[in-house]
Antibody, heavy 117, light 107 residues
Framework: QVQLVESGGGVVQPGRSLRLSCAAS????????IHWVRQAPGKGLEWVAV????????YYADSVKGRFTIARDNSKNTVYLQMNSLRAEDTAVYYC??????????WGQGTLVTISS | AIQMTQSPSSLSASVGDRVIITCRAS??????LFWYQQKPGKAPNLLIY???NLYGGVPSRFSGSGSGTDFTLTISSLQPEDFATYYC?????????FGPGTKVHIK
C-alpha cells in the first residue's frame, strides 16, 4: 500500500514562513509527480502546486504563486512546500497527493496549518 | 485559469434515490474531468477518471458522463455510505482546478 505522510503543520503568525514535508514510501518515488492540495476549514478543495518526478517542472495556483515553493529530494523520498509571507487565508489542511494509477488517486492524511496572531 | 462550477451546491436525498450532480467548465476540457468523494475529516477518494471511467473498487452505482464543458456524476441508487461531498476537477491544463463541491445530505 503506497503511503504519503505530511508533517510540519502548526500555528504561525501572519507574514511568517513554514515548511511542510511529505514523506513517501512503498512506491518508486522518483517516478511520480507530487501535488499539494489544501482545504480551508469548512471549505472546498483547492489545488496548490505540483512538482514533476525529476523536479524540473513546477506549477502553482495563482493564489500562492510567488509565495510558495515546491521542491523534492528523491534521495529522501520527500517533497517540501516552503510557504512564505503567510496570510490568514492560507489556513487549511494541506494534503500531498499523487497519481499512482490515475489523477490524484493516492493521498496523505493531511497536516493543519493555522495562520493566526 | 479554467473555472469549474457545480450544481447544486447541496441536495437532500433518501436512500435509494437517483442523484445527479452537474459540473461545468469555463472552457472546453475534452474529457479531462475527474470526480472525487470526500467524507468529513478524510482525504478525498477518486471515483471517476476521464469523465466516464469508474476507478477500481468504486461501486457500479456511480457513473460519469460528458465531454467538452458539461459533465454529470450520477448515483443510480443512493446508499447510506454515499452521503458525502462530491467535487469535480479538471486537469486539462495548469492550474488544476476543483469545482466548489456538492454536499449530499440525508433527507
Amino acid at each position: 500500500q503506497v503511503q504519503l505522510v505530511e508533517s510540519g503543520g502548526g500555528v504561525v503568525q501572519p507574514g511568517r514562513s513554514l515548511r511542510l514535508s511529505c514523506a513517501a514510501s512503498r512506491f518508486t518515488f522518483s517516478s511520480y509527480g507530487i501535488h499539494w492540495v489544501r482545504q480551508a476549514p469548512g471549505k472546498g478543495l483547492e489545488w496548490v502546486a505540483v512538482i514533476s518526478n525529476d523536479g524540473n517542472r513546477k506549477y502553482y495556483a495563482d493564489s500562492v504563486k510567488g509565495r510558495f515553493t515546491i521542491a523534492r529530494d528523491n534521495s529522501k523520498n520527500t517533497v517540501y512546500l516552503q510557504m512564505n509571507s503567510l496570510r490568514a487565508e492560507d489556513t487549511a489542511v494541506y494534503y500531498c497527493a499523487f497519481s499512482y494509477g490515475h489523477l490524484l488517486d493516492s493521498w496523505g492524511q493531511g497536516t493543519l496549518v493555522t495562520i493566526s496572531s | 485559469a479554467i473555472q469549474m462550477t457545480q450544481s447544486p451546491s447541496s441536495l437532500s436525498a433518501s436512500v435509494g434515490d437517483r442523484v445527479i450532480i452537474t459540473c461545468r467548465a469555463s472552457q472546453g476540457i475534452r474529457n479531462d474531468l475527474f470526480w472525487y468523494q470526500q467524507k468529513p475529516g478524510k482525504a478525498p477518494n477518486l471515483l471517476i477518471y476521464g469523465a466516464s471511467n469508474l476507478y477500481g473498487g468504486v461501486p457500479s452505482r456511480f457513473s460519469g458522463s460528458g465531454s467538452g464543458t458539461d459533465f454529470t456524476l450520477t448515483i443510480s441508487s443512493l446508499q447510506p455510505e454515499d452521503f458525502a461531498t462530491y467535487y469535480c476537477l479538471q486537469d486539462f491544463n495548469y492550474p488544476i482546478t476543483f469545482g466548489p463541491g456538492t454536499k449530499v445530505h440525508i433527507k
